[in-house]
C-alpha cells in the first residue's frame, strides 16, 4: 500500500462549526504532515508530526489543531474557521529518520489527494 | 520572502520536444531538492529528486540539473508527452531538516 488517504475530499463549514480532517497511510512511515495550499500558490507547511510527537508548528492559529493517535492517522480539526481559511488542505508522510529529531537524506513527501475546504 | 523561485507561471512545448523548468533558491542551507507534479483534484506525486552533493540526476524521461553555485536547478523532459501537462513543483529542504519548501509551480502544456 503505498497511498495516503484523505477524508472527506470535501468539506462546507459555517464558522461556528467544528469538524476534523483524516488522514491514513499504511507505508510505516514515522513523520506526517499538514500542507495548506491556497489557488495558484504552493503548498505551505503547517505541522510535522515524527514519531507521533509534533516537530514542527509552523505558526498556524489555534483554530487549527493537529492530532496524532499513532503513527497512522493524522488528524486536523478544525474550529472557529474563517472564510480565509477556505483551501486545499493536504496531507503527507514520509519514512522519517531513526529517531523524532532526524530524517533520511532522501527523505521525501507523500502525498494524499488532499480535502477542499470552504468555509462560509 | 519566497525561499523557492519559480518564475515561469506556464510553459507551453509541442509534443516530442523537451521541456525546460527552472528554478532558483535563495536559501544557501538548501541541500536536496525535488520536482513534484500536480494534477487538477490530485495531492502532487514525487517525480524526482537531486542532493547538492551531484549535479545531475537522470530517471528515464526526466533530468534534473543543479548548479549550486548559482542556486538554481532545472527539470528536463524529453521527449515531452500531452500527459506531462500539469503543474510541476519545485522544493527544497536542509539536508536534516523536515521543512519541505514548495515554490509557486509552473503550469506545462505539451501540445499534440
Known amino acids: 500500500d503505498t497511498e495516503v488517504t484523505q477524508t472527506p475530499k470535501h468539506l462546507v463549514m459555517g464558522m461556528t462549526n467544528k469538524k476534523s480532517l483524516k488522514c491514513e497511510q499504511h507505508m510505516g512511515h514515522r513523520a506526517m504532515y499538514w500542507y495548506k495550499q491556497k489557488a495558484k500558490k504552493p503548498p505551505e507547511l503547517m505541522f510535522v508530526?515524527?514519531?507521533?510527537?509534533?516537530?514542527i508548528n509552523e505558526s498556524v492559529p489555534s483554530r487549527f489543531s493537529p492530532e496524532c493517535p499513532n503513527s497512522s492517522l493524522l488528524n486536523l480539526h478544525l474550529h472557529a474557521l474563517q472564510p480565509e481559511d477556505s483551501a486545499l488542505y493536504l496531507c503527507?508522510?514520509?519514512?522519517?529518520?531513526?529517531?523524532?529529531?532526524?530524517?533520511?537524506?532522501?527523505?521525501?513527501?507523500?502525498f494524499g489527494s488532499g480535502t477542499q475546504l470552504s468555509v462560509l | 520572502d519566497q525561499q523557492v523561485k519559480q518564475n515561469s507561471p506556464s510553459l507551453s512545448v509541442q509534443e516530442g520536444r523537451i521541456s525546460i523548468l527552472n528554478c532558483d533558491y535563495t536559501n544557501s542551507m538548501f541541500d536536496y531538492f525535488l520536482w513534484y507534479k500536480k494534477y487538477p483534484a490530485e495531492g502532487p506525486t514525487f517525480l524526482i529528486s537531486?542532493?547538492?552533493?551531484?549535479d545531475k540526476n537522470e530517471d528515464g524521461r526526466f533530468t534534473v540539473f543543479l548548479n549550486k553555485s548559482a542556486k538554481h536547478l532545472s527539470l528536463h523532459i524529453v521527449p515531452s508527452q500531452p500527459g506531462d501537462s500539469a503543474v510541476y513543483f519545485c522544493a527544497a529542504r536542509n539536508l536534516y531538516g523536515q521543512n519541505f519548501v514548495f515554490g509557486p509551480g509552473t503550469r506545462l502544456s505539451v501540445l499534440p
Open positions: 503527507a508522510s514520509s519514512p522519517g529518520g531513526r529517531d523524532s529529531r532526524s530524517v533520511a537524506t532522501n527523505e521525501k513527501l507523500f
Open positions: 508530526y515524527s514519531y507521533e510527537k509534533l516537530s
Open positions: 537531486i542532493s547538492s552533493i551531484k
